[in-house]
């Protein structure tokens, strides 16, 4: 599977977010770039024109972001709905306790397009989001960190 067909994980919400931005680089941005191309254009001698440059570049940015964004969402995959509330998998909501006695945390397990660890939304690819998956209500999982393993309870699914 190329890397353009590649499947997307999606929340319905993640998808809106992916649709509003490609709306606003396709209208607004690209409008606002196009404006400034066109008066560092009339400024004369591109040659050494920092402003013709640095709106070149943000074109070309954009452009391949509004790539990027249609294969995302021509490629999406919404998670979220019909979820088996017994078994951690991508769109579950999980609460878990790092062992022995930490304090519980709930993350909700994303694909990686949307991951947001101030949001306490983790990818499933990530190294605990990995480890959640498949799993059920009071399994330990053990996560490999750079410090050491740190095991974590599940406490609940939702």
């Known amino acids: 599977m ?3 067909n590649k499947e997307v994980l999606l ?21 606002e770039v196009a404006q400034r191309l066109k008066e560092a254009i009339a400024q004369g001698d591109l040659s050494e024109n920092s402003e013709y440059d640095a709106a070149k570049e943000e074109q070309a940015f954009i452009e391949s972001r509004i790539i990027t964004l ?4 021509r490629n999406a995959k ?5 979820l088996d509330k017994n078994v951690v998998s991508v769109g579950s909501k999980v609460t878990i306790q790092e062992l022995p006695d930490g304090d519980r945390e709930t993350y909700t397990i994303v694909g990686s397009a949307e991951s947001n660890p101030s949001e306490f939304k983790i990818s499933n690819e990530s190294p605990i989001g990995k480890e959640l998956i498949g799993r059920r209500v009071d399994d330990v999982v053990h996560v490999a960190t750079p410090s050491g393993t740190i095991q974590f309870k599940i406490i609940e699914i939702d």
């Open 70 to 73: 249609e294969n995302m969402i």
């Open 78 to 82: 919404i998670i979220g709905s019909n």
């Open 2 to 4: 190329s890397q353009n």
């Open 11 to 31: 929340t319905e919400e993640g998808l809106e977010k992916l649709k509003q931005e490609l709306e606003h680089l396709k209208t607004t941005k690209r409008h």
